[in-house]
């Protein structure tokens, strides 16, 4: 009996350092992945007040693949793209007055690796550094806001992808 409870113990500690040991990994993709994901369609330099140009709307959406493709894989991937294809193409301005994005910190609660797929929860802090052009010029405002996360990822050619990932604000972040 005390055989088997040394065990089960050892296997228990053998998962949680699994955890632990791909958990730095784990949180380097979401910062790298969501600011990714936040900058994909911002063009550099900053085009304010706009109209962004085709040439640079045809090389933002030529990028955003290979860009988003170092943190995310399917279905995740496709559904990131397909947004920034909506951003880029919208006639309505699209990605103007857009300077700034990323990640301040990463705070995951909980992470449980199987094999090759991990699920992770936490809280990520965004922000970014958007103008509303007005007449006297850009008008600045660098929101940043907390979103409670979940995500799910696979191990793919010895990195972690985000394949996965639903928010929300946490409460008392909401714009």
């Known amino acids: 009996m005390l055989r088997a409870g040394v065990l089960v113990a050892a296997a228990l500690v053998a998962a949680s350092c699994t955890s632990t040991v791909d958990e730095p990994a784990i949180v380097e993709v979401i910062r790298e992945g969501m600011t990714a994901e936040l900058t994909a369609f911002m063009p550099q330099p900053p085009v304010c007040p706009g109209p962004v140009s085709a040439t640079v709307r045809e090389e933002l959406l030529g990028r955003a693949p290979r860009v988003l493709g170092a943190?995310?894989?399917?279905?995740?991937?496709?559904?990131?793209?397909?947004?920034?294809?909506?951003?880029?193409?919208?006639?309505?301005?699209?990605?103007?007055?857009?300077?700034?994005?990323?990640?301040?910190?990463?705070?995951?609660?909980?992470?449980?690796?199987?094999?090759?797929?991990?699920?992770?929860?936490?809280?990520?802090?965004?922000?970014?550094?958007?103008?509303?052009w007005q007449t006297r010029g850009p008008q600045m405002a660098e929101p940043h806001n907390t979103l409670n996360a979940n995500f799910s990822l696979v191990r793919s050619g010895g990195r972690w992808l985000i394949s996965h990932y639903d928010w929300k604000f946490a409460p008392g972040s909401e714009p």
């Open 71 to 132: 943190y995310f894989t399917s279905p995740q991937l496709e559904t990131d793209i397909e947004r920034v294809n909506r951003i880029v193409t919208d006639p309505k301005g699209g990605p103007a007055c857009l300077y700034g994005a990323g990640v301040d910190w990463v705070h995951l609660d909980g992470v449980a690796t199987s094999g090759t797929t991990t699920v992770a929860t936490g809280q990520v802090r965004i922000w970014s550094r958007i103008a509303q």
